[in-house]
């Protein structure tokens, strides 16, 4: 499935806005910033699950918009994988038609 | 180059996500949890003479005040102050005597003293916050140099944990 690359740009700044808003939350009382709590409430265990599900799509997007950047036709693995067993190919029928 | 950027975010955010993660599941998992270290050192409080005594409250030095702040979520947490005054040997005597300022419940009443902690007892286990809410303490401090050689700069450390019976 093809992205739009707007799109893509769109869904990586909200993740990471919801990113760190989640990590500001759970940092906050570290830091000093609001009274400690203990034991930390259940809303905690929603923040840290958050964190994580923003991360994992934050930095998946984000890699995919890195290697787009990168790469912008493509890794082409297949062609690669392709070009590479035509040159083995190649070179055993060389060695072939010597002996 | 935005390429190489965006993969530095990327691997970034895992790596500060997964650090944050491990931190956090350990206070979730944990009955016991440090809330606070507080350090008082003598240039906050002011310089002493040798062999004089002082006392410090919240009136003079306004960080005494509010000193310990935390918000339980559960009846029955209990606090423990771990402090290093017998690490203090130039001093004759030193005592931090502990007083709620803000209580939940009524069994205490703001003023009264909580705990005391002195050079032969630095430590204190435990006080019972038998109400959810939030708790304050302030500090009062009253020290008595000994005999120096020369200006001694002095620390007081206490590490304040909190624990549940949960």
Redesign the interface.
């Given at each position: 499935m093809k992205i739009p690359l707007e799109r893509s740009y769109a869904i990586l700044i909200a993740t990471?806005a919801i990113?760190v808003a989640s990590?500001t939350l759970?940092?906050i009382p570290t830091i000093g910033l609001t009274?400690?709590?203990?034991?930390?409430?259940p809303s905690?265990?929603y923040q840290?699950t958050l964190?994580?599900v923003t991360?994992a799509i934050?930095?998946?997007f984000?890699?995919y918009?890195?290697?787009?950047?990168?790469f912008p036709d493509g890794l082409k693995i297949r062609e690669r994988l392709r070009s590479l067993t035509d040159k083995k190919n190649i070179n055993a029928s060389r060695n072939s038609t010597k002996d | 180059m935005a390429g190489l950027l965006l993969i530095l975010i990327s691997l970034s955010v895992v790596g500060v996500s997964a650090f944050v993660y491990q931190q956090a599941s350990l206070t979730i998992t944990q009955t016991i949890k440090e809330v606070a270290t507080i350090t008082l050192k003598n240039s906050d409080l002011g310089d002493l003479k040798e062999g004089e005594s002082k006392a410090y409250t919240k009136a003079g030095v306004p960080n005494l005040g509010d000193a310990i702040s935390i918000t339980t979520t559960e009846a029955n947490v209990y606090l423990h102050l771990d402090s290093d005054l017998d690490s203090l040997t130039t001093h004759a005597s030193y005592s931090i005597t502990v007083k709620f300022s803000a209580v939940v419940g009524t069994t205490y009443s703001v003023g009264d003293t909580a705990c005391t902690l002195t050079i032969a007892s630095p430590d204190y286990s435990s006080m019972d916050l038998d109400a959810a809410g939030t708790w304050k303490f302030d500090f009062e401090i009253t020290t008595t140099t000994g005999s120096v050689d020369s200006d001694v700069p002095s620390t007081a450390t206490v590490i304040v944990l909190a624990e549940s019976t949960a």
């Open positions: 990471l990113w990590l759970i940092l009274t400690p709590v203990y034991p930390p409430r905690y265990a840290l964190l994580v991360a934050a930095s998946a984000s890699m918009l890195g290697i787009k950047h990168l | -």
